[in-house]
C-alpha cells in the first residue's frame, strides 16, 4: 500500500500534467477574480475567502479523471484488484497521494494568494487550516467520483456534474471558518465541522468507491 | 415459532410481487384505479382550494399557490427517499423491478422539484419582493435538483444495464447521505426568510399553523399529488421493463 502510493505520487510529480498544473490554475483563477468583480479593495478582501476556497475547490476537480483512470485504461488495476490489497486499500492509497499532490500544496498555497487581495495574517492562517481539513474530503469525495466513471469514456463532464454537489457541505463550513474569521466571529464550530464532514467521508467512502471499482472491473 | 414462519412467508409473497411478469400483471390492474382516484383527488383539491376557499388576510389570492407547492416539494423529498430505498434493495436482493423503480422515479421528483423552486420563486416575487434568496431551505431544494439530474446524467452516461445500476445505486446510497448533510449544512450558512413547518398534523398551541380553511384542500390535493406520482411511477417502471424485454427479444434474434 505505501508503495503504491509513493508510485501515485513520483507519477504525479514526474509526468507533467497534474502535479503543478492545479496550482497554476488556481493562480490564474484567482487573478481572474479581479477582473470580473472590479479592483474595489474592500470588496475583495471581503469575498477573498471564499474565492480562495472555490478556487482551490475547482482546482482540486481538475485532476480528479487521473487518480483511476490511467490505471484502468492500462490494465494495471487490474492487477491491483487481484494484488492482496483489498481495493478499499487501493483506494485510500490513491487519495493519500492524490491530496498529497494536490490537496497539500493548494493548502501551502491559499495563504500566499491571499497577499493578492490584502487578507489580515489570521484569516489567512485560518484559510491554511480550514483548507488543511477541507482538503481530504475533496480528495476523498473526487475520487470516489472518478471510481464512479471509470468505465464512461470521456467522463471529465459527467465527473465534475457528479461531485459538485456532493463537495456543497464541505464548501460551506470550509468558506465559512475563513469568512467568520474576516468579521470577527467564532470560528472552532465551522472547523470542527468541516473536519467531521473529513472524517465522515473517509469512514464512509472506501466501501462505497471499492464497490463501484468492482463493478468497473466486472 | 409459527409467527416467524407466517412473518417470512408473508415476506416472500411481498417480493414475489417484484418478480417483472408479476409486476406487469398487477400494476397494469392497479395502474387505472390509480388514475381515476389520483384525476379525482386532483381536480377536487385544486378546484376547491382555488374557487372556494377566502383570500389569505395578509397575502391575498397569492396563497392559493399552496396547493402546487407544497404537495410538489413533499412529492420532490420522498421521491429521493423512494429512489434510495429501490436502490438499496437492488443492491441487496438484485430485484430488477426495484431499480426500475428508483431510475422512473428520478425525473418525476426532478420535475416535482422544479414545480416546487417555480412556483415558490412566482409566489415569491409579490410576497418577499424577489424571485430568489439563498434561503437555507430553497438552497437545499436547489441542491436536490442537482442530485436528481446528476443520478439521471449517471444512468444515461453508462450503456450496460447491470453497470449503470450498480453503479447509479451506488451513487443514490451515497448521495442520501450528502444531501442530508447539505440540507443541514446551509441551515448553518444562512438566515432563512422561508417560513417553518406549519403544515402539521399535530394540534399544537403554541405552534403557528396553517388555518383548516386551507388545510383541508391542501391535504386533498397532497394526496392527489401522491396519487399522480404513483400512477406516473407505475408508468415509468413499466415502460423500463417492457424496454428491457424489447431489448432482449433483439438480442436473441440478432443470435438466429
Given at each position: 500500500?505505501?508503495?503504491?502510493?509513493?508510485?501515485?505520487?513520483?507519477?504525479?510529480?514526474?509526468?507533467?500534467?497534474?502535479?503543478?498544473?492545479?496550482?497554476?490554475?488556481?493562480?490564474?483563477?484567482?487573478?481572474?477574480?479581479?477582473?470580473?468583480?472590479?479592483?474595489?479593495?474592500?470588496?475583495?478582501?471581503?469575498?477573498?475567502?471564499?474565492?480562495?476556497?472555490?478556487?482551490?475547490?475547482?482546482?482540486?476537480?481538475?485532476?480528479?479523471?487521473?487518480?483511476?483512470?490511467?490505471?484502468?485504461e492500462d490494465g494495471t488495476l487490474d492487477l491491483l484488484a487481484t494484488s492482496p490489497i483489498p481495493l478499499e486499500g487501493v483506494?485510500?492509497?490513491?487519495?493519500?497521494?492524490?491530496?498529497?499532490?494536490?490537496?497539500?500544496?493548494?493548502?501551502?498555497?491559499?495563504?500566499?494568494?491571499?497577499?493578492?487581495?490584502?487578507?489580515?495574517?489570521?484569516?489567512?492562517?485560518?484559510?491554511?487550516?480550514?483548507?488543511?481539513?477541507?482538503?481530504?474530503?475533496?480528495?476523498l469525495i473526487g475520487s470516489f467520483g472518478s471510481s464512479l466513471v471509470l468505465g464512461v469514456k470521456r467522463g471529465g463532464l459527467?465527473?465534475?456534474?457528479?461531485?459538485?454537489?456532493?463537495?456543497?457541505?464541505?464548501?460551506?463550513?470550509?468558506?465559512?471558518?475563513?469568512?467568520?474569521?474576516?468579521?470577527?466571529?467564532?470560528?472552532?464550530?465551522?472547523?470542527?465541522?468541516?473536519?467531521?464532514?473529513?472524517?465522515?467521508?473517509?469512514?464512509?467512502?472506501?466501501?462505497?468507491?471499492?464497490?463501484?471499482?468492482?463493478?468497473?472491473?466486472? | 415459532?409459527?409467527?416467524?414462519?407466517?412473518?417470512?412467508?408473508?415476506?416472500?409473497?411481498?417480493?414475489?410481487?417484484?418478480?417483472?411478469?408479476?409486476?406487469?400483471?398487477?400494476?397494469?390492474?392497479?395502474?387505472?384505479?390509480?388514475?381515476?382516484?389520483?384525476?379525482?383527488?386532483?381536480?377536487?383539491?385544486?378546484?376547491?382550494?382555488?374557487?372556494?376557499?377566502?383570500?389569505?388576510?395578509?397575502?391575498?389570492?397569492?396563497?392559493?399557490?399552496?396547493?402546487?407547492?407544497?404537495?410538489?416539494?413533499?412529492?420532490?423529498?420522498?421521491?429521493?427517499?423512494?429512489?434510495?430505498?429501490?436502490?438499496?434493495?437492488?443492491?441487496?436482493?438484485?430485484?430488477?423491478?426495484?431499480?426500475?423503480?428508483?431510475?422512473?422515479?428520478?425525473p418525476i421528483g426532478m420535475a416535482m422539484t422544479a414545480i416546487a423552486l417555480l412556483t415558490g420563486a412566482i409566489w415569491g416575487?409579490?410576497?418577499?419582493?424577489?424571485?430568489?434568496?439563498?434561503?437555507?431551505?430553497?438552497?437545499?431544494?436547489?441542491?436536490?435538483?442537482?442530485?436528481?439530474?446528476?443520478?439521471?446524467?449517471?444512468?444515461?452516461?453508462?450503456?450496460?444495464?447491470?453497470?449503470?445500476?450498480?453503479?447509479?445505486?451506488?451513487?443514490?446510497?451515497?448521495?442520501?447521505?450528502?444531501?442530508?448533510?447539505?440540507?443541514?449544512?446551509?441551515?448553518?450558512?444562512?438566515?432563512?426568510?422561508?417560513?417553518?413547518?406549519?403544515?402539521?398534523?399535530?394540534?399544537?398551541?403554541?405552534?403557528?399553523?396553517?388555518?383548516?380553511?386551507?388545510?383541508?384542500?391542501?391535504?386533498?390535493?397532497?394526496?392527489?399529488?401522491?396519487?399522480?406520482?404513483?400512477?406516473?411511477?407505475?408508468?415509468?417502471?413499466?415502460?423500463?421493463?417492457?424496454?428491457?424485454?424489447?431489448?432482449?427479444?433483439?438480442?436473441?434474434?440478432?443470435?438466429?
Amino acid at each position: 500500500m505505501i508503495k503504491l502510493f509513493w508510485r501515485d505520487v513520483t507519477l504525479a510529480v514526474r509526468s507533467g500534467g497534474g502535479f503543478g498544473l492545479a496550482l497554476i490554475f488556481f493562480l490564474i483563477v484567482v487573478v481572474l477574480v479581479p477582473f470580473a468583480i472590479g479592483s474595489d479593495q474592500i470588496m475583495l478582501s471581503k469575498v477573498a475567502p471564499g474565492v480562495l476556497w472555490l478556487g482551490a475547490l475547482l482546482a482540486c476537480l481538475l485532476s480528479l479523471d487521473r487518480v483511476f483512470g490511467l490505471d484502468f485504461e492500462d490494465g494495471t488495476l487490474d492487477l491491483l484488484a487481484t494484488s492482496p490489497i483489498p481495493l478499499e486499500g487501493v483506494y485510500l492509497a490513491k487519495v493519500a497521494a492524490h491530496w498529497l499532490t494536490t490537496g497539500l500544496p493548494l493548502t501551502l498555497a491559499a495563504p500566499i494568494y491571499g497577499l493578492l487581495f490584502n487578507l489580515d495574517f489570521e484569516v489567512r492562517q485560518l484559510l491554511f487550516l480550514s483548507l488543511l481539513f477541507g482538503t481530504p474530503a475533496l480528495s476523498l469525495i473526487g475520487s470516489f467520483g472518478s471510481s464512479l466513471v471509470l468505465g464512461v469514456k470521456r467522463g471529465g463532464l459527467l465527473l465534475s456534474l457528479l461531485v459538485l454537489p456532493l463537495y456543497i457541505p464541505t464548501l460551506i463550513f470550509g468558506a465559512q471558518v475563513a469568512r467568520s474569521a474576516a468579521i470577527g466571529q467564532n470560528f472552532e464550530v465551522p472547523l470542527v465541522l468541516i473536519s467531521i464532514v473529513s472524517l465522515i467521508t473517509l469512514a464512509i467512502l472506501p466501501f462505497a468507491a471499492a464497490a463501484a471499482l468492482r463493478i468497473n472491473l466486472r | 415459532m409459527a409467527l416467524t414462519w407466517k412473518l417470512s412467508s408473508y415476506w416472500d409473497k411481498f417480493w414475489h410481487l417484484a418478480n417483472p411478469k408479476v409486476f406487469m400483471g398487477w400494476s397494469s390492474r392497479l395502474l387505472p384505479i390509480i388514475i381515476v382516484m389520483a384525476a379525482f383527488c386532483l381536480s377536487t383539491g385544486l378546484i376547491w382550494g382555488f374557487f372556494f376557499t377566502p383570500d389569505d388576510a395578509r397575502q391575498g389570492s397569492t396563497v392559493k399557490i399552496i396547493y402546487l407547492h407544497v404537495p410538489a416539494a413533499l412529492v420532490a423529498i420522498n421521491g429521493y427517499l423512494l429512489m434510495f430505498i429501490g436502490s438499496l434493495f437492488w443492491l441487496i436482493r438484485r430485484q430488477h423491478v426495484s431499480v426500475l423503480i428508483a431510475k422512473a422515479t428520478a425525473p418525476i421528483g426532478m420535475a416535482m422539484t422544479a414545480i416546487a423552486l417555480l412556483t415558490g420563486a412566482i409566489w415569491g416575487q409579490p410576497m418577499w419582493g424577489t424571485y430568489w434568496v439563498w434561503d437555507p431551505r430553497l438552497t437545499s431544494f436547489f441542491v436536490l435538483f442537482l442530485f436528481y439530474i446528476g443520478y439521471i446524467v449517471l444512468w444515461s452516461a453508462i450503456e450496460d444495464h447491470d453497470t449503470a445500476a450498480d453503479l447509479t445505486s451506488i451513487l443514490a446510497l451515497v448521495g442520501c447521505g450528502f444531501a442530508l448533510l447539505s440540507r443541514y449544512a446551509v441551515l448553518f450558512w444562512s438566515q432563512g426568510l422561508h417560513q417553518g413547518t406549519t403544515v402539521t398534523i399535530s394540534d399544537g398551541v403554541q405552534q403557528e399553523r396553517i388555518s383548516d380553511v386551507f388545510f383541508q384542500p391542501l391535504l386533498l390535493s397532497m394526496a392527489g399529488f401522491c396519487l399522480l406520482f404513483l400512477a406516473l411511477l407505475l408508468i415509468g417502471t413499466r415502460t423500463e421493463l417492457r424496454a428491457r424485454r424489447l431489448k432482449m427479444l433483439e438480442l436473441r434474434e440478432q443470435m438466429l
